[in-house]
Nanobody
Protein backbone atom coordinates (compact mmCIF):
# COMPACT_ATOMS: atom_id res chain seq x y z
CA UNK A 1 0.00 0.00 0.00
CA UNK A 2 2.92 2.35 0.76
CA UNK A 3 6.25 2.42 -1.05
CA UNK A 4 9.40 4.32 -0.17
CA UNK A 5 11.86 4.77 -3.02
CA UNK A 6 15.36 6.12 -2.38
CA UNK A 7 17.65 7.69 -4.94
CA UNK A 8 20.89 9.64 -5.08
CA UNK A 9 23.45 7.14 -3.86
CA UNK A 10 26.71 6.45 -5.63
CA UNK A 11 30.48 6.68 -5.51
CA UNK A 12 32.07 9.87 -4.21
CA UNK A 13 35.58 10.85 -3.20
CA UNK A 14 36.44 11.70 0.41
CA UNK A 15 35.43 15.26 1.16
CA UNK A 16 32.71 15.18 -1.46
CA UNK A 17 28.95 15.55 -1.19
CA UNK A 18 25.84 13.59 -2.07
CA UNK A 19 22.13 14.28 -1.74
CA UNK A 20 19.78 11.38 -1.09
CA UNK A 21 16.05 11.52 -1.71
CA UNK A 22 13.25 9.26 -0.55
CA UNK A 23 9.70 9.59 -1.81
CA UNK A 24 6.71 7.94 -0.18
CA UNK A 25 3.80 6.97 -2.39
CA UNK A 26 0.64 4.91 -2.25
CA UNK A 27 -2.57 5.14 -0.24
CA UNK A 28 -1.26 7.72 2.21
CA UNK A 29 -3.45 9.57 4.67
CA UNK A 30 -0.57 11.30 6.47
CA UNK A 31 3.20 10.97 6.82
CA UNK A 32 4.67 11.55 10.25
CA UNK A 33 8.33 11.18 11.20
CA UNK A 34 10.72 10.34 8.36
CA UNK A 35 14.28 9.25 8.84
CA UNK A 36 17.50 7.92 7.41
CA UNK A 37 19.45 4.94 8.72
CA UNK A 38 22.56 3.28 7.40
CA UNK A 39 24.18 -0.13 7.59
CA UNK A 40 27.81 -0.80 6.84
CA UNK A 41 29.10 -4.32 6.10
CA UNK A 42 29.34 -6.35 9.28
CA UNK A 43 27.68 -3.67 11.38
CA UNK A 44 24.22 -3.05 12.75
CA UNK A 45 21.85 -0.57 11.18
CA UNK A 46 22.22 2.82 12.85
CA UNK A 47 20.27 6.05 12.93
CA UNK A 48 21.56 8.89 10.78
CA UNK A 49 18.84 11.52 11.22
CA UNK A 50 15.11 11.98 11.71
CA UNK A 51 12.66 14.77 10.98
CA UNK A 52 9.10 15.17 12.20
CA UNK A 53 6.29 16.51 10.04
CA UNK A 54 6.64 19.83 11.87
CA UNK A 55 10.34 20.03 10.99
CA UNK A 56 12.02 19.05 14.25
CA UNK A 57 15.25 17.17 13.61
CA UNK A 58 17.44 14.68 15.42
CA UNK A 59 20.93 13.61 14.34
CA UNK A 60 23.39 10.97 15.37
CA UNK A 61 26.37 12.67 16.97
CA UNK A 62 28.83 11.61 14.27
CA UNK A 63 26.67 13.22 11.55
CA UNK A 64 26.03 16.57 13.20
CA UNK A 65 27.46 19.44 11.21
CA UNK A 66 28.05 17.33 8.09
CA UNK A 67 24.60 15.94 7.25
CA UNK A 68 21.35 17.85 6.91
CA UNK A 69 17.92 16.25 6.80
CA UNK A 70 14.96 18.08 5.28
CA UNK A 71 11.56 17.25 3.85
CA UNK A 72 8.91 18.44 1.45
CA UNK A 73 5.57 17.57 3.00
CA UNK A 74 3.67 18.33 -0.21
CA UNK A 75 5.72 15.66 -2.00
CA UNK A 76 6.00 13.24 0.95
CA UNK A 77 9.73 13.30 0.33
CA UNK A 78 12.68 13.38 2.70
CA UNK A 79 16.19 14.44 1.74
CA UNK A 80 19.63 13.89 3.23
CA UNK A 81 22.37 16.30 2.22
CA UNK A 82 25.72 14.75 3.05
CA UNK A 83 28.85 16.91 3.01
CA UNK A 84 32.48 16.29 3.93
CA UNK A 85 32.00 12.59 3.35
CA UNK A 86 34.47 10.15 4.85
CA UNK A 87 35.29 6.55 3.92
CA UNK A 88 33.58 5.44 7.13
CA UNK A 89 30.32 6.87 5.77
CA UNK A 90 30.29 4.03 3.25
CA UNK A 91 27.10 2.05 3.81
CA UNK A 92 23.68 1.23 2.47
CA UNK A 93 21.39 4.10 3.39
CA UNK A 94 17.75 3.35 4.13
CA UNK A 95 14.89 5.75 4.63
CA UNK A 96 11.88 5.04 6.77
CA UNK A 97 8.62 6.76 7.49
CA UNK A 98 5.72 6.51 9.88
CA UNK A 99 2.71 6.54 7.61
CA UNK A 100 -0.99 6.46 8.33
CA UNK A 101 -2.94 4.74 5.57
CA UNK A 102 -6.20 5.27 7.41
CA UNK A 103 -5.86 6.39 11.04
CA UNK A 104 -3.42 3.69 12.12
CA UNK A 105 0.31 4.37 11.84
CA UNK A 106 2.80 1.85 10.48
CA UNK A 107 6.53 2.04 9.84
CA UNK A 108 7.73 1.54 6.29
CA UNK A 109 11.24 1.13 4.89
CA UNK A 110 12.82 1.78 1.56
CA UNK A 111 14.98 -0.73 -0.29
CA UNK A 112 18.22 1.13 0.41
CA UNK A 113 20.73 2.98 -1.70
CA UNK A 114 24.48 2.35 -1.68
CA UNK A 115 26.84 5.17 -0.77
CA UNK A 116 30.53 4.49 -1.29
CA UNK A 117 33.18 7.01 -0.25
CA UNK A 118 36.52 6.13 -1.78
CA UNK A 119 39.37 7.65 -3.71
Amino acid sequence: QVQLVESGGGLVQPGGSLRLSCAASGSIFRVYTMGWYRQAPGKERELVAQITNSGSTNYADSMKGRFTISRDNAKNTVYLQMNSLKPEDTAVYYCNAEVAVTTKKALYWGQGTQVTVSS
